[in-house]
């Protein structure tokens, strides 16, 4: 589809713990779709207004590039990214633009239960594995700690027993994951939920229009719910 076009598009998760909340706060808001046979796209029926079903990580890019309009993302998913392009010297090129009340968790620092927790001093030459990388070295470099960040794209929690790491920085819910793995948190780092993500300044003047319309019913549906 060329740029100009005038319907909007949307990127939700098409996977995962937000994909049904998010599509069912759109439907809240009077949208209805058909699917495409791939599942990767939902033609908006009763609004033009498109779905695009992507990995959650692909979001904040899809709307950085113009692809989509807007999206529906953990805050920890966009403020990583946006940290990484600050850190590599990019301009923001997406903002939050509602809370949207659910996939509540939090970014938290854990470390082995039988340890002492004192304060962020004694991580300093420790080995702290995560997923978030540019939010835990935003973390350390305020608490001015300088400790070694490994990169795990999953399964952070077991690093400690495989002797990978001295320390994790993983989300939060229940804290069962934790638990399991005799981990306790010791510090939140960062509070989050599903967002609506979207670009830096207001759309023009096409989509600008259904965009009201759309946050209209979405400040409705919001205020029902909470
Ligand atoms: O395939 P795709 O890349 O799209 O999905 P994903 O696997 O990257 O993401 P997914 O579906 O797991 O999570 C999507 C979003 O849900 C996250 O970015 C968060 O904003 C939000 N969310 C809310 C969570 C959790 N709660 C959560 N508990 N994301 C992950 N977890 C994991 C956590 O990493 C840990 O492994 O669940 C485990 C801990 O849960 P508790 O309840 O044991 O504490
Ligand atoms: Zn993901």
Known sequence: VPAGRDRLRIAIQKNGRL???????????????????????CYGESLPVDLLLVRDDDIPGLIADGVCDLGIVGRNVMAEQDGARRASGAAPAFREWRALGFGDCHLALAIPEGEAWESPAQLAGKRIATSYPALLSEWLAREGV?????????????????GQADAICDLVSSGATLAANQLKPVVTLFESEAVLAGPMQDLDAARGELVELLLRRLDGALRIRN
């Open 19 to 41: 994909a049904e909340p998010a599509r069912a706060l759109l439907a809240s808001c009077g949208m209805s779709w058909r699917e495409s046979r791939d599942r990767l796209f």
């Open 146 to 162: 300088q400790a070694e960040v490994v990169l795990l794209s999953g399964s952070v929690e077991i690093a400690p027993r495989l």
